[in-house]
């Protein structure tokens, strides 16, 4: 199976920009979730999507969003910039089947606020 | 509040040395429990789920509810097990994981 994939690797966006991070799941897997990993806050859970729906959302701020698409490909937008949303944005698919579960990274984007 | 704590940042141990990585969790509910690993220069990836009670790569963890604790651990560590290890439990039923800050096992020859 092809891996998860995260478009685009890196940008650098000024403050007060809008921002768009595309994740292409595994093939079959319907639930992609995103998280931010910075240096200061470590790994934080952003939300979860599943069929097109948001499922589980963590405490981040409106700004954050994101959508799922029917092909299970999401975005996430981060509207509004702050220096503070440099990080580097990992999303992950999974699917659960029972008790078995699996779930795979993709590489992030790494996002630099100016 | 949900509060996971992995109080050691740094673990050096000497290869073929048992290791245990502690993780203490603060949660209300029945929480899933994860370890996730992250290889130098791989992708962060799911080691295992207290749930599946499985050993992964010679890694256990047995939750203690009572001691609300979630250690992971391994009878004799390798080389190849450096890396950085996070703790995340998650709200029961729901997907939404609390990651610890995470520990650095380094295995040395």
């Known amino acids: 199976k092809a891996g998860v994939t995260q478009t685009p690797r890196y940008l650098i966006k000024t403050r007060g920009q809008q921002v768009t991070l595309s994740c292409s799941p595994i093939s079959g897997h319907r639930s992609v979730s995103w998280y931010q990993q910075t240096p200061g806050q470590g790994l934080q859970f952003l939300f979860e999507y599943f069929s097109e729906t948001q499922r589980n959302k963590g405490n981040f701020p409106g700004r954050f969003s994101g959508r799922q698409f029917s092909n299970s490909r999401s975005e996430m937008n981060v509207s509004t910039l702050e220096l503070g949303d440099s990080a580097l944005y990992l999303c992950?698919?999974?699917?659960?089947?029972?008790?078995?579960?699996?779930?795979?990274f993709g590489p992030g984007t790494r996002l630099t606020v100016t | 509040a949900q509060r996971v704590t992995q109080p050691e940042k740094l673990l050096s141990v000497f290869k073929g040395a048992p290791v245990e990585l502690k993780c203490n969790y603060s949660y209300s509910g029945s929480p899933e429990l994860f370890w996730y690993v992250q290889y130098s220069r791989q992708r962060l990836q799911l080691l295992l789920r207290?749930?599946s009670r499985e050993s992964i790569k010679g890694f256990t963890a047995d939750l203690n509810k009572g001691e609300t604790s979630f250690h992971l651990k391994k009878p004799f560590a390798q080389e190849e097990d450096s890396a950085m290890y996070y703790c995340a439990p998650s709200s029961g039923g729901s997907y939404i994981p609390t990651f610890g800050r995470g520990t650095s096992l380094i295995v040395h020859p």
């Open positions: 207290h749930i």
């Open positions: 992950a698919s999974s699917q659960r089947q029972g008790t078995s579960y699996e779930q795979y």
